[in-house]
């Protein structure tokens, strides 16, 4: 059966990006319809599993400053929905105590007032017990940092999008794209006619901005998401206060390293590495390279003592990089009712409420709440092909 609708907004995308724009947008009376290619919920994308960190410590300050009105957008989901979507853990940052990248993160901390401890050599052990602090790293911790429930997170908001009169379409594959001042989506259902769509399409940006003569540099890897066994059950458990953690630079990798503490899977927990081998979003599970497994093994095998340093469980999910690793927060260059929320570059869940928000204002043409100089797509100049 063909459906066909006039919309004020059409959202591709049903990842957290666009569930949140679509919610935005259903709270600002646009009439919206959320489109997503799979039956949700879904594992195929970049939003699925149960955990994501919450922080302010960021190596820029105006990722800093936005989460400061994105902590209270979530609480308000919370109370919204009445569900709890955060638990404070606290961020671990260590890193070489000389570099420029951990400096950084400890600088912006500081500059943007956060709640932080400065660890000591001498007092880190009693702290954080079973890791092992590398020779010459330092360590800070972001007390108000934590962890999302980030399953729990995008079926709260598609559902406060659909209580606000909203409209999900899953297993319905947009095909095509016409721009226009009425733009036209097809789909393998139907045809929308819309005053302006945003396409938060995460790995598959690419795909459907083809259809508006538009390429972002972009790259998309598959990340092996692994979960290590604690040879102690509980020892790095979130019930005892062992708090998420990043590691801006080691020995086994210039890449980051973080993890989680054991929290979905008991007696397990999660650490990844900040990196992964190109992929095509269609063919995710044939990119089968694991030298970011062999990182890991080698780096829990040194500072992890208390896990077993093979991972237990192995999920995938993909991160769609930038070549600056910032977002593409921005209007179509040609067409300025097309609205993309592109390149997440592995850290954007936390920041949903924010880019719902000012995905939301691009699409109803206000000024936006933030200066989005770095996420322009212009910043990418020669990198950016324009098919016109
Ligand atoms: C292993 C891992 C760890 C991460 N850790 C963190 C973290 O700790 N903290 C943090 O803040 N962020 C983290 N991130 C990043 C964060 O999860 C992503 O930035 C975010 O989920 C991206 O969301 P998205 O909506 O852009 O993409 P997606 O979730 O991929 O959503 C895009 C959606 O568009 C749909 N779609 C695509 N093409 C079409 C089409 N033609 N028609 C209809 N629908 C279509 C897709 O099916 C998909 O559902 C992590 C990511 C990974 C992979
Ligand atoms: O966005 C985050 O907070 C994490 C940090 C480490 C890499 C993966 N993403």
Known sequence: MSTTGEYD??????????????????????????????????????????TRIIRKAYEQD?????????????AQLEREAGVKLYRQTGLLVMGPENSQKYQQFKSTLQRNKVPMVTLTRDNFSQHIPHVNL???????VDITAGILYADRALKTVQGQFQKLGGIIRDKEKVTDIEPGPVVTVSTTAGVYRAKSVVITAGPWANRLLAHTGLQLPLEVVRINVCYWKEKVPGSYDVKQRFPSFILTEGEESKDDIYGLPSNEYPGLMKICHHMGSETDPDQRDKQTDRSDIDILQRYVARCFPGLLPEPAVVESCMYTL??????????????????????????????????????C????????????????????????????
């Open 9 to 50: 907004c059409v959202v591709i995308g049903a990842g957290v990006q666009g569930s949140f724009a679509a919610y935005q947008l259903a709270k600002s009376n646009q009439r919206t319809i959320l489109l997503e290619q799979f039956v949700l919920p879904h594992t195929r994308g970049s939003s699925h599993g149960q």
């Open 62 to 74: 105006f990722y800093a400053h936005m989460m400061e009105e994105c902590y209270e957008l979530w």
């Open 134 to 140: 590398a020779e010459g790293d330092g360590a800070v």
């Open 322 to 359: 930038t070549p600056d690793r910032h977002f593409v927060l921005d209007c179509h260059p040609t067409y300025g009712n097309i609205v993309i929320g592109a390149g997440f570059s592995g850290h954007g869940f936390k920041f949903g409420p924010i880019v719902g928000k000012i995905l």
């Open 361 to 388: 204002e691009l699409s109803l043409g206000e000024v936006p709440s933030y200066d989005l100089s770095p996420f322009r797509i212009r910043r990418f100049q020669a990198k950016t092909k324009s098919a016109l």
